[in-house]
Structure formats: C-alpha cells, structure tokens
C-alpha cells in the first residue's frame, strides 16, 4: 500500500539522493516494493478539520492499516469501520461487530494527532455570544 506522500521519498532514494525527512514527514519510500521486496508501509493517516463545498463532507479523520479503514467524525464522536478487502465501496459499517478493532484503530488516530499537535476545529460562535 502506497500513498501519494509516499513518492517523494521513494524518487530520492532511486537517484540516491539523500532524503529529507523535514520536506517529506510523511511520506515513506516503497523502493523495495518495487524491487519485489516486502514492503510494509504501515499506517496512513487523514486529518481533515474543515467543512467543505461539495458535498457531504464533515471534519474527520480516518486511518487505515492493513485491509481496514476507520473513519472518524469530529461534529458527534461516531466512528465506522470498513474491512477494504471485503467491502471496498464501505457499504458495511464494522464498528459494532468488531469493536476491539475500530477500539485499536481509533487509539492510533487518535494518539497521532496528539502527536502532531494536530489543529481541531473550533465551534464557530454565535452572534449572542460574540456580542456579550
């Protein structure tokens, strides 16, 4: 599993260029797995705390390790899990029938943000108390 961060990392490595982990933080070289190697990239993370124009987008976050995918809505705390592997159109939410999972999973999103300090998003205020 790659992701788009992950080909900065992996360009510099094949003109053997030093990496600069400052410009690339997260992304990953997966040179290995192009050299038939395994390539175990680990978790990848989303932190979007904004709203958006199109759409039905909410602030969230969503991390996915291995086949599953945890998405994690900021407005009311609810979380889904999807099981990419079986259900890659996320039809089916896991969360209640694998708990100890989505649990896991929403650590490590959890426990990342904190990490990076991660931006929340804030409650925008309202007249009333803006003008108290």
Known sequence: MVTGTDFYPTLLEMIELPTLPKQHVDGMSFLP?????DHDRGAIYWHFPH?????????GGAIRLGNYKLLEYYENGSVQLFDLENDLGE??????????IAAKLLKMLRDWRRQLD???????ATASARNK
């Open 33 to 37: 797995a192009l050299q038939g190697e």
């Open 51 to 59: 709203y958006s124009n199109h759409g039905y987008q909410s602030p």
């Open 91 to 100: 039809q089916t939410d896991l969360s209640k029938l694998k708990p100890a």
């Open 118 to 124: 991660a931006k929340m998003p804030q409650p925008k």
